[in-house]
C-alpha cells in the first residue's frame, strides 16, 4: 500500500458528459501528480500540483483540468469526454516540488475511466 | 526531449527461466533511472532504481545496471516465480535538465507472463 489512494476504482459514463476523479497523497507529501495510461500511449504525465499550485504541464487536453486543494486533495476533471478518453488515470505523489536525483513517486491505485 | 525505449511484450517464461526487458533512455542531462512494476489490477509500485552511472540497482532478485556508455538500464533476474507475472515500466527523471524535472518519463511497459 502505498498511502496514495483513489476514488472512484471505476467510473463508466457516456460521451459528452464531465467527470471528476479525486487523489488524496501520502501523508506528508506535497506534489500530486496526474497521469494518463492508454493502450497504444502508455504512460502519459498530464500534470503537476505542489502545494496549491500548478507546477508543470504535459499532454493535458484543454478538456482536462485539475487542481489541488488547501488539504492536498487533488481532482482532476474531465470533460466532453470521448470514447478515445477512456483509459486508467494514476495519480502520484512525492515529498517535493521537483525530483531530485533518485527521488520516486508513490502511486495509488488507479480510476478506470470507461466511456461509452 | 526525454525518452524510454523498452521491448514489447508481452514476454512468456516457464518458471525458474532467465529474464531480461531491456531498457534505452534518452535524456538530456544525467538521469536517475527507475523500474515500476504494476500487479494486475494495481497501481504502479517502485522495483528498483539507480541514480548514476554503474550503480546496480537491486530488489526481490531483480537487478539493472546503469550503463552511461550504452544509455540502457536492463533489467534482469536469474530465476523468475509465477508471482512475478506483472507488466515493467522503465522510467527516468532529469533532475538536470534546465529547470528541473517534475515528473517521470516512461517507457510503454512489458507485460511477463511466467508460468508454472
Known amino acids: 500500500d502505498s498511502g496514495v489512494t483513489q476514488t472512484p476504482k471505476h467510473l463508466i459514463t457516456a460521451t459528452g458528459q464531465r467527470v471528476t476523479l479525486r487523489c488524496s497523497p501520502r501523508s506528508g507529501d506535497l506534489s500530486v501528480y496526474w497521469y494518463q495510461q492508454s493502450l497504444d500511449q502508455g504512460l502519459q504525465f498530464l500534470i503537476q500540483y505542489y502545494n496549491g499550485e500548478e507546477r508543470a504541464k504535459g499532454n493535458i487536453l484543454e478538456r482536462f483540468s485539475a487542481q489541488q486543494f488547501p488539504d492536498l486533495h487533488s481532482e482532476l476533471n474531465l470533460s466532453s469526454l470521448e470514447l478515445g478518453d477512456s483509459a486508467l488515470y494514476f495519480c502520484a505523489s512525492s515529498p517535493r516540488d521537483s525530483l531530485s536525483q533518485g527521488d520516486e513517486q508513490f502511486f495509488g491505485p488507479g480510476t478506470r475511466l470507461t466511456v461509452l | 526531449g526525454n525518452s524510454v525505449t523498452q521491448m514489447e511484450g508481452p514476454v512468456t517464461l516457464s518458471e525458474e527461466a532467465f529474464l531480461t526487458i531491456n531498457c534505452t533512455y534518452t535524456a538530456t542531462g544525467y538521469p536517475s533511472l527507475f523500474w515500476y512494476v504494476q500487479y494486475p489490477g494495481e497501481g504502479l509500485q517502485l522495483l528498483l532504481k539507480a541514480t548514476k552511472a554503474d550503480d546496480k540497482g537491486s530488489n526481490k532478485g531483480f537487478e539493472a545496471t546503469y550503463r552511461k556508455e550504452t544509455t540502457s538500464f536492463h533489467l534482469e533476474k536469474g530465476s523468475v516465480q509465477v508471482s512475478d507475472s506483472a507488466v515493467y515500466f522503465c522510467?527516468?527523471?532529469?533532475?538536470?535538465?534546465?529547470?528541473?524535472?517534475?515528473?517521470?518519463?516512461f517507457g510503454k511497459g512489458t507485460k511477463l507472463s511466467v508460468i508454472p
Open positions: 522510467a527516468l527523471s532529469d533532475p538536470y535538465s534546465g529547470a528541473g524535472s517534475y515528473q517521470l518519463t
